[in-house]
């Protein structure tokens, strides 16, 4: 079974801009969480998306958007990036069955701001 | 709310070493207890995991065990090799609600030979 799959890897933009990164789920997996990883602040939770929902929200700027189509792939866009938005994205799948609940991690993508 | 504090590292062992890496928790009710590790330039995996108090989660020679007293999920490994290298971030999910997961600051381990 193929693992969640992430990309771009890397992308360099530059302040202002917009990026939109997506994200393919583990196949049965509707659960499609984003998270922002970076040295100072560590892994924050961006939002969840379940059955093209957003079910839980972290505390990010209005900036940070995301969605979920109907074969559960989603996207994350950023706009009017700044620098301080270099990080490392990272989507997590789950399976919502009864013995579900862990995450499963893409390998990221790098996004870096100048 | 909920949280996880993690002890700070880096954390440095000699090979074959045993290591304890501290991870308490504050929640309500009973959550979902993790620990992720992550290799340089890769993306977390679950490491092993423990759904109720008491459960003991294992895989690849590390154990934890979920202790609702403690509110602890202290993860343990007996002789630690150079390839466990590597960041641990113990983890927690809330019950119901969906699958938002909550992380520690990590841990950061060096083995050395």
């Known amino acids: 079974k193929a693992g969640v799959t992430q990309t771009p890897r890397y992308l360099i933009k530059t302040r202002g801009q917009q990026v939109t990164l997506s994200c393919s789920p583990i196949?049965?997996?509707?659960?499609v969480s984003w998270y922002q990883q970076t040295p100072g602040q560590g892994l924050q939770f961006l939002f969840e998306?379940?059955?093209?929902?957003?079910?839980n929200k972290g505390n990010f700027p209005g900036r940070f958007s995301g969605r979920q189509f109907s074969n559960s792939r989603s996207e994350m866009n950023v706009s009017t990036l700044e620098l301080g938005d270099s990080a490392l994205y990272l989507c997590?799948?789950?399976?919502?069955?009864?013995?579900?609940?862990?995450?499963?991690f893409g390998q990221g993508t790098r996004l870096t701001v100048v | 709310g909920n949280s996880v504090t993690q002890m700070e590292g880096p954390v440095t062992l000699s090979e074959e070493a045993f290591l304890t890496i501290n991870c308490t928790y504050t929640?309500?009710?009973?959550?979902?207890l993790f620990w992720y590790v992550q290799y340089p330039g890769e993306g977390l995996q679950l490491l092993l995991k423990?759904?109720?108090?008491?459960d003991k989660g294992s895989n690849k020679g590390f154990e934890a065990t979920y202790r609702k007293e403690t509110t602890s999920f202290h993860l343990e490994k007996g002789s630690v090799q150079v390839s466990d290298s590597a960041v641990y971030f113990c983890?927690?999910?809330?019950?119901?609600?969906?699958?938002?997961?909550?992380f520690g600051a990590g841990t950061r381990l060096f083995v050395k030979a």
């Open positions: 997590a799948s789950s399976w919502t069955g009864p013995t579900g609940g862990e995450a499963f």
């Open positions: 423990a759904t109720k108090a008491d």
């Open positions: 196949s049965g997996h509707r659960s």
């Open positions: 983890a927690l999910r809330p019950k119901g609600g969906g699958f938002k997961t909550i």
């Open positions: 929640a309500t009710g009973y959550p979902s």
């Open positions: 998306y379940f059955s093209e929902t957003q079910r």
